[in-house]
């Protein structure tokens, strides 16, 4: 039988988890790709931060100059705060609603596919559509806030002034960035939900688990893996939501909403500053890599195994 | 590699769309530079036998396109084409940047003159226009001298006007001015104590300000600053002059310009912060009578008109704005001067023309000569005309004609009379220092005090 196995794998591996690994080769396509539109790109932005450029002539070497400005300039350290929170109360707010609606829609109901079709849609908008949509929406002389004064009025919402406070500014762009792209991760927990073999609710069923039991005792653990999935899309699509920043509130009331990602864009493509708007790039590429790695590792996605081995 | 590796297969999928986002930005940037410094090399050999025309990606294209085409029908134009080429408006100033030290930047271009043509001036980059208008003195006395200024740097003139002059006027609702028994404001008095009496008659906003775009806020300053100060204390800080925002004048203006917004004139405190010109918001509030006052640039008229429209391409606009402007509701007027200030009452501010500046390495000086002729003629001042802009030739007074006549001579005499006609801010600086002043005039609405706001205008960059 062994002479069936290729050679100098079986050989090679004293554990079997490398058994039927393609070789590096396989991997080229990818390595160049990332190379060539991520690493390329990194070096000439990290040489960048060390120069002033606005775009017109040659770059010229400035030393430390982009650096120390930036780390003196509190909008900076400001936008990497916001970023941090508008990350997090992402993950916050989308991951239970994606979570329940996901599962929901794994299951056989009437009308579930109708219904999952249609909740589908904002994820088919471009994100520049959604945000141009929402700021009519939610203008407070012709918008939702002045049809429904009654809840707007009642002091959580700012009056209706939505982007005049730092608060409610913050509470749009969640509740936006909730409303696109929970359809996505609600089609990851779909996914997730379904491959969940029938056979453990019908075991618990007859050891009498009722369905909250059942969802608390099966359904998340077996979703656990699916769940540090679309954490890290979160996080890493959180860490450079850029786009609803530009249209729904343009960074404002005052700084209050400018993200890191979007101080950049400023930085670049306002003043002309691509030095320091550099900075600012290689900074937030850093941390996004630090931070994915450290979720890998403290997740334990890089020992991520099967959650149905046994059955 | 085996680290390398184990990092690629579990992290890459995270880590790298992470990176690809963070840098993407700044590596549009990149590009660039790598093409500054080949094609710098190759700048000398331009195109032969043609001139290359780039102008502003929007709705107005029409006429820049037929003058093209008139160009090309001429002598000249059989031996050097013009090429018209576009780049849309958003992105506009961002691209020209790229590549104007690149083989591929235009013969002649449009532009706002100040300080957008400034940094491509110190550069090296444009020609002088004297020499032009010396062999052609049209070119020069055709146009309204105070419109030409506006695109000289030092000695020498860099544009020709090609599109329309658009002053920042205040416009307002006659009707609802009228039903509420209060007068046009000829005095900053008058102004704020019509906010006051409209505030009480249930007009809610007063003086609507798309202060969610924060440009539109600036304009108020323009204009306090004018009337109390006179034009050199922004003229002398354009020169480099730091010292003049911690002035007295300055200081008289901030606190004229507070009074007013804490008056309530704007709304509750900040509420401006939530309205926005661009989407027509603003547009909305005074067609609907939630605001009796709007300051802002001429193009407001067709904003106004054009509200709640449903029409398409080139019909009519058919909305409640255009039913509002047909009803003769829309008003306006000059702004109102300032008692005891050293301003001129007809001094303007706003966007003081566009123009074709011209590339110094361009290989066909003389073609160029010929195409920018044709900004002169009839015709050209007949075809802007009908788009509504409103051309600042000295023969457009005779060729005005049609349903907003009247509102076109009005502009045309105000921008004849006017001593001294102000850039807006954000376009006479360098556009580097466009965020600071848009973030210092709008957090002073908001809440800074007139030392955080002296300090952040003293951080400008110096334009000359």
Redesign the interface.
């Given at each position: 039988m062994t002479t069936l196995t290729p050679r100098g794998r079986t050989g090679r591996n004293s554990g079997g988890a490398r058994i039927g690994r393609p070789s590096?080769l396989w991997?080229m396509p990818?390595?160049t790709f990332?190379a060539l539109?991520?690493?390329v790109?990194?070096g000439?932005?990290a040489w960048?931060s060390f120069n002033s450029?606005?775009?017109?002539?040659?770059?010229h070497w400035v030393g430390t100059a982009n650096w120390s400005a930036m780390f003196s300039d509190p909008v900076f350290l400001k936008s990497f705060r916001i970023t941090a929170l508008l990350t997090a109360l992402g993950i916050v707010t989308q991951t239970p609603v994606s979570l329940l609606i996901g599962v929901w829609a794994a299951g056989p109901q009437r009308n579930r596919a109708v219904l999952s079709a249609l909740y589908f849609i904002p994820l088919l908008m471009s994100s520049l559509a959604i945000s141009?949509v929402w700021?009519?929406l939610?203008?407070?002389?012709?918008g939702l806030p002045h049809e429904l004064h009654a809840v707007f009025g009642a002091g959580l919402f700012n009056?209706?002034?939505?982007?005049?406070?730092p608060t409610t500014a913050i509470g749009v762009l969640t509740f936006v960035g909730m409303w696109q792209w929970t359809p996505f991760h609600t089609l990851i927990y779909q996914g997730g939900a379904r491959a969940i073999p029938d056979v453990l609710y019908q075991a618990a069923a007859i050891d009498g688990a009722g369905r909250v039991r059942q969802f608390f005792h099966i359904t998340l653990p077996q979703l656990r893996n699916t769940m540090m999935t679309s954490v890290?899309?979160m996080?890493?699509g959180g860490?450079?939501t850029f786009d609803t920043i530009l249209v729904l509130t343009?960074g404002?009331?005052?700084?209050s909403t400018t993200s890191a990602?979007y101080y950049?864009?400023?930085k670049?493509?306002?003043?002309?500053?691509?030095g320091n708007?550099?900075v600012i790039?290689v900074v937030?590429?850093v941390f996004?890599?630090l931070l994915?790695?450290i979720?890998?590792r403290v997740s334990g996605?890089?020992r991520m195994r099967s959650t149905q081995e046994g059955i | 590699m085996a680290i390398f590796r184990q990092r690629l297969r579990h992290g890459a999928a995270a880590s790298g769309a992470a990176l690809l986002a963070g840098v993407a930005v700044a590596a549009c940037g990149a590009s660039a530079s790598a093409k500054t410094t080949i094609k710098a090399k190759a700048a000398s050999a331009r195109p032969a036998g043609k001139i290359t025309v780039l102008v502003y990606g929007d709705a107005q294209n029409s006429v820049e396109k037929w003058e093209v085409a008139q160009y090309n029908k001429t002598p000249e134009g059989h031996k050097v084409k013009a090429v018209f080429e576009s780049i849309p408006g958003a992105d506009y100033q961002t691209k020209l940047q790229t590549i104007m030290s690149t083989s591929s930047a235009p013969d002649i271009f449009f532009n706002w003159g100040g300080g957008s043509i400034e940094q491509f001036q110190k550069a090296g980059l444009l020609m002088p226009l004297n020499g032009m208008m010396k062999a052609n003195p049209k070119l020069r006395t055709s146009f309204l001298p105070s419109i030409l200024n506006a695109a000289k740097i030092g000695k020498n003139y860099y544009g020709i006007p090609m599109r329309g002059t658009q002053p920042v006027v205040l416009f307002y609702d006659k009707a609802l001015l009228h039903k509420d028994g209060v007068p046009v404001p000829k005095t900053w008095a008058q102004l704020l104590a019509d906010a006051k009496t409209l505030k009480r008659k249930g007009v809610s906003v007063p003086i609507a300000d798309g202060g969610g775009d924060q440009w539109p806020t600036q304009m108020w300053f323009e204009y306090v600053y004018d009337r109390i100060a006179g034009p050199s204390l922004v003229t002398d800080g354009l020169a480099g002059n730091r010292k003049v925002w911690a002035s007295a004048a300055s200081r008289k203006a901030l606190a004229y310009i507070k009074q007013l917004v804490q008056s309530g004139a704007f709304g509750p405190a900040k509420s401006w912060d939530s309205v926005k010109f661009t989407s027509g918001q603003t547009a909305q509030m005074m067609v609907n009578g939630i605001s009796a006052f709007e300051l802002m640039g001429s193009w407001d008229y067709s904003t106004i008109q054009s509200q709640g429209s449903t029409a398409t391409g080139t019909n009519p606009p058919n909305g409640p704005g255009a039913a509002f402007v047909k009803a003769g509701k829309l008003g306006w007027t000059a702004f109102p001067s300032i008692p005891g200030g050293k301003g001129n009452n007809a001094d303007l501010a706003g966007n003081t023309e566009n123009y074709y500046s011209v590339l110094a390495k361009t290989r066909y000086p003389q073609a160029v000569a010929d195409f920018l002729k044709i900004m002169y003629t009839p015709a050209f001042v007949k075809n802007e005309l009908a788009l509504g802009n409103l051309t600042t030739t000295k023969n457009t007074p005779t060729l005005i004609s049609g349903p907003s006549a009247g509102w076109l001579r009005w502009q045309y005499e105000l921008v004849n009379h006017a001593p001294h006609f102000q850039l807006s801010w954000d376009q006479a600086y360098p556009q580097t220092d466009t965020n600071t002043i848009h973030t210092a005039v709008a957090n002073y609405f908001d809440d800074l005090n007139a030392n955080q706001f002296i300090k952040a205008m003293e951080g400008l960059r110096p334009a000359a």
């Open positions: 590096f991997s990818a390595i990332f539109f991520a690493i790109p990194l000439v932005v960048l450029w606005d775009a017109i002539g040659s770059p141009v700021v009519s939610l203008n407070p002389y012709f009056d209706g002034f939505l982007f005049s406070s890290v899309l996080l890493v860490l450079t343009q404002q009331p005052g700084t990602a950049m864009y400023t670049a493509f306002q003043s002309f500053q691509f708007a550099s790039a937030l590429a996004t890599t994915s790695l979720v890998v996605w890089d | -």
